[in-house]
Structure formats: C-alpha cells, structure tokens
C-alpha cells in the first residue's frame, strides 16, 4: 500500500511511473481478456460431460411399477381444480394436516412414513393448483398417483411428505416456516428434509418431454448430482429432458448452431440468477438448505407423445435413487453452470465454478486498474 501511496509523490520509482503511465490500458487489456474468456464459454473446451458423484443413488436400476389401473384411478379421482386434498390422502393411508396461510390460501399435506426408518429423514413431492403458465390440476393429479403407488411399497427407507398448495411459491414458503417452527407449528410432520421434487404439468395431454428448473433466489442452485439423477432415469423411460426447456438443435447441427444454443441456455442461467428470479416452487427450499428443482412436463410438438404415466415413472425412478441416499447431497458441485444438454442419449454438458470464475476476476482486475488510474490522476493531496 506505502508503494501506491508514493505515486503521488515527487519520488516515485521507476516502476510505479510506468505502471501509472499504461494503468489504464492494462485495464482494457484485463476487460478484453475477461470478455474473451466468456465467448470461449459457449464452447465445449470449458465444459465436461456431467457425471454421477454419489454412487450410492443407483438411477435406473431398478424395476419400475408405476402406471397400474390403480394408480390412473387415483389420478382420475382429482376430478377438479381446488378439490379436497385431505380426504384424498386419507384414503391412502397418509397422516395429512390442513395449513391456514396468513393472508389467504391453503396448504395440504400428507406424510407417508416409511417402514425402514424412525422419521427422521424425508423426501418431498410438492405441486400448486396454478402457476404462472396456467392452471397445473395434471401435475396434483400425478402427485396424488404417485402417493398412492408410494403407499404400497414397503422399502421406502424415509418418509415421502406430498404436499400441495393453492398459492404457489408463497405457499411453500409458509409451510416451510410452519415445519422449521419459524412461524407457527405443523401438527403432522417428519425429519430432516433431504430433497424436494416439485412438478408442473400444463394441460397438453400428450407431453414431448421434461424441462428441468433449478435456480432459487439470489442464485442459489442444487448439488449437481440431483440434476443429473433426474436426467438419467428419464433418458432410462425415454423422455428427453432439457434444461430450462431448451431443446437441442435438431439432427446434427453445425459448430456456430450448436454455439448460438449454447450461449442461450447460458444466458438463460445467469440472467435467473442474476436478478434473483425463480422458477417453480422449488425455491423456497432451496432457501432453507434443502436441494430442489421442478420437473416441468414440456407439450408435444410431433414426434412420439407421452403420457402423465410416464413422466410419473420418471419421478418414481427419481424417489427410488433419492431413498438410497445416506446424507446430504455433498460430492457434486453446488456452482455450475450447464452449458449443453448433451443429446437424447448423453449426458449434458456443465461447467465449473473454476472454469467461469476467472472471466469474473478477470473483470474485477480491470476495474482496480481503471480506479488506480483516476485516483493517480488527481496529482498531490
């Protein structure tokens, strides 16, 4: 500091002249760099193929059940819009509790305890009544299809609380205020809170693939891992998955397409983590510690069509490789930014927090230069 201080000195080294005389261009240097290092972002010279950290989760190996006439029965019986949660899960032998939200709108829970397990740990499947695109009854309906397949299992190793709400984020953020005991008191509740799932399903009846949404507020993103465990089982029942609803260029692309792709979904990313914005009521657990991301049903534009089941079995395969998890999400990165979503049969493409972070310091670097320069500029006290 003594040495930056001296340059408004009548001594100064010779080496603090010339670093006061070209100060500013090595600010445009460094700010070159950094904007250099964000195009390079785009292509895959950065970016490594995802891959599963946590061996334990096992996806896509196990038989999956789900799509029995007993379960569409229990998705035919969400007959509309608002209807009684509560009794539905009674019905299926669920522990549930009503929440009354300050302000307006309803909370509906139910808790499956496992019979592996003490309540100590929990998983959890949320879906509102509407979101910002629309009314989500399909998504409800598959939730309740998945609690009454999840209720005739026996190897679940930690409770399953199904939770639906009629005012969307804010809903969920009071219940996880009433379940903490920040605000209020849940009278039927579990343990720790592993992972949360939360679906959107638009009413297009047939469904060409799966959007995943993973930005909460302020930036905050899941473990890696839980991503790429969704990815997996759905390429397993062959259903495309995409980030944030992004498709992949059709056939095989050329290198400025696949670019130009590229540089959108990243664009995408930063601009929701930016502005602190999210997507999905999966947010307010991230907020709280708890790994989460919404599974978006995307409508079918040609091609081969898909039903409620089977995305349903998706989220079956999912819950069945988030009960083999012994502790918290905790191998994988929590700082990523996914660059591709690496084709119907490939694993996507992600880039780490070591490898974007240098445009930023590059950024930062210049601007100390550009300040030292107006601060010489102003000559002796």
């Not at 100060?23 to 070159?32: K, M, P």
């Not at 009413?203 to 959007?211: D, E, K, Q, S, V």
């Not at 591709?340 to 490939?346: D, H, I, K, L, V």
């Amino acid at each position: 500091m003594a040495l930056v201080l001296s340059g408004q000195g009548e001594k100064a080294s010779p080496v603090l002249q010339l670093a006061r005389k070209h100060c500013a261009h090595i600010g445009y240097f460094l700010g070159f760099l950094g904007f250099l290092w964000l195009l390079v972002l785009p292509t895959q010279s950065l970016s490594r193929r995802t891959y599963l950290s946590e061996n334990a989760m096992m996806p896509g190996q196990v038989d999956i059940s789900f799509g029995s006439a007993k379960h569409l029965g229990v998705i035919q019986s969400v007959e509309h819009h608002g209807q009684d949660m509560q009794s539905v899960f009674e019905q299926l032998g669920l522990d549930s509790e009503v929440q009354r939200i300050v302000g307006g709108g309803v909370n509906v829970h139910g808790v499956l305890r496992a019979p592996r397990s003490d309540a100590v740990e929990a998983l959890v499947v949320a879906a509102a009544w509407d979101t910002h695109s629309g009314s989500n009854a399909d998504a409800v309906r598959l939730l309740a299809g998945l609690a009454q397949y999840a209720a005739e299992q026996v190897y679940w190793a930690k409770d399953i609380i199904f939770l639906v709400t009629d005012s969307g984020e804010r809903g969920i953020e009071a219940w996880l205020q009433a379940y903490h005991g920040e605000d209020g008191v849940l009278r039927v509740r579990s343990g720790l809170i592993q992972a949360a799932l939360a679906l959107e399903m638009p009413l297009a009846g047939a469904y060409g693939g799966l959007a995943l949404h993973f930005e909460g507020r302020s930036g905050q993103l899941p473990n890696l891992d839980f991503i790429n465990i969704v990815k997996h089982v759905a390429r397993h029942e062959k259903l495309p998955v995409y980030y944030h609803g992004l498709p992949d260029a059709p056939g095989r692309p050329s290198v400025v397409e696949q670019y130009l792709r590229s540089a959108r979904l990243l664009l995408s990313q930063v601009h929701a983590q930016a502005v602190g914005s999210s997507v999905g009521v999966h947010a307010p657990f991230l907020h709280y510690g708890i790994d989460a991301l919404t599974v978006v049903g995307l409508g079918s534009t040609g091609g081969r069509a898909r039903d409620l089941v089977s995305i349903g079995r998706t989220i079956e395969g999912t819950l069945r490789s988030l009960n083999n998890l012994l502790e918290r999400f905790h191998q994988s990165f929590f700082f990523y930014l996914l660059s591709g979503n690496g084709g119907f049969n490939r694993s996507g493409w992600f880039i780490s927090i070591g490898n974007y972070v240098p445009a930023a310091v590059l950024f930062a670097a210049a601007l100390m230069f550009h300040a030292m320069d107006l601060w010489w500029r102003q000559g002796p006290d």
